[in-house]
Nanobody
Framework: QVQLVESGGGLVQAGGSLRLSCLASGRTFSNYVMAWFRQAPGKEREFVSIVSFNGISTRYADSAKGRFTISRDNNKNTVYLQMNSLKPEDTAVYYC????????????????WGQGTQVTVSS
């Protein structure tokens, strides 16, 4: 069983950058598609980005395209989310999730979740 622990969140000014990390325990990390979701106050959790098993293929929500980059290092059991040009509307708790299908970005497709890391972007 894989367990996920996010880190790297914090407070940043608009236009700044943050790099989130998600460390997975266990030996089967490379068997999982990995994704990032976020949940802003008063809103539902939403998909941000996903990366394939081998890290070659990636997809992004429209809100993240051109600003965020997802990557993974299977040797380090870690998935990253580099976030640039941050906006106040990016403020949310960011969650990493592990799933089995690169083509499914709904929450139900992901059976493993981290505890989340808070990202706050001030204007």
């Amino acid at each position: 069983q894989v367990q996920l622990v996010e880190s790297g969140g914090g407070l940043v000014q608009a236009g700044g950058s943050l790099r989130l990390s998600c460390l997975a325990s266990g030996r089967t990390f490379s068997n999982y598609v990995m994704a990032w979701f976020r949940q802003a106050p008063g809103k539902e959790r939403e998909f941000v980005s996903i990366v394939s098993f081998n890290g070659i293929s990636t997809r992004y929500a429209d809100s993240a395209k051109g600003r965020f980059t997802i990557s993974r290092d299977n040797n380090k059991n870690t998935v990253y989310l580099q976030m640039n040009s941050l906006k106040p509307e990016d403020t949310a708790v960011y969650y990493c999730a592990a799933g089995g299908s690169y083509w499914s970005t709904g929450q139900a497709a992901f059976g493993l979740w981290g505890q989340g890391t808070q990202v706050t972007v001030s204007s």
